[in-house]
Structures are given as structure tokens and as C-alpha cells.
């Protein structure tokens, strides 16, 4: 079974930056497509960026176009979130999965823990 730890999250200034992170155990998911998603306090878990297994190409939401940017590094087995000029409105709980492309939803149906990011207006 592969599991999924994300890490990176803190608190973070409006316009600040933050790198995530998400590693995984157990097996490999270098071939699969990865997805970032996130859920606010009072809010559904929505999609935010997404990376191919096959030729790392991605796809983000549009809230976050621009600002985010999604990669991985098959060396060590970890996909990376790299957010900029963060807003208030991105405080959420962050969360990695197996992505399922064409319907941006997890391909697993199960989350890890996820890492909490704070933006302070």
C-alpha cells in the first residue's frame, strides 16, 4: 500500500511562499498522476494542481495559475508544490493523491494526514 506524507505547510505572510511537499512509502509512484488538493474550513476538498506520471506535464485550478507550480523529482520519489504570492484565501489543508486526469478527483479515495498553510493578511 503506498502512502502519502505531505510536509512544508506553516504559517506564511500575504504575498509570502511556501514549498510543499509529498513523499511516499512503501512503493513507488513515480508512473502515477499526482495531484495536489486542499479543503478551507467549511469548504469541500477542491482540486489545485496536477502532474502527469508519464511526461510530467500539469494542469492547475485557476485560482492558483500563475502562482503555483507543481514537479516532481523521480529521484526521490516526491512531488513538490511550490506556492507564491500566497493570499488569504489559500489557507486550506493541504493534501497529495494519486489523480485521477480527466476528473481532477483522487484516484484513491483516501487521504494522508495533509499540511496545514496559514496566510496572514
Known amino acids: 500500500q503506498v502512502q502519502l506524507v505531505e510536509s512544508g505547510g506553516g504559517l506564511v505572510q500575504t504575498g509570502g511562499s511556501l514549498r510543499l511537499s509529498c513523499a511516499a512509502s512503501?512503493?513507488?509512484?513515480?508512473?502515477?498522476?499526482m495531484g495536489w488538493f486542499r479543503q478551507a474550513p467549511g469548504k469541500e476538498r477542491e482540486f489545485v494542481a496536477g502532474?502527469?506520471?508519464?511526461?510530467?506535464?500539469?494542469a492547475y485550478a485557476d485560482f492558483v495559475k500563475g502562482r503555483f507550480t507543481i514537479s516532481r523529482d523521480r529521484a526521490k520519489d516526491t512531488v513538490f508544490l511550490q506556492m507564491n504570492s500566497l493570499k488569504p484565501e489559500d489557507t486550506a489543508t493541504y493534501y497529495c493523491g494519486r489523480l485521477i486526469w480527466s476528473t481532477r478527483t483522487n484516484r484513491d479515495g483516501a487521504w494522508g494526514q495533509g499540511t496545514l498553510v496559514t496566510v496572514s493578511s
Open positions: 512503501g512503493r513507488t509512484f513515480n508512473n502515477y498522476n
Open positions: 502532474i502527469s506520471g508519464t511526461d510530467s506535464l500539469t
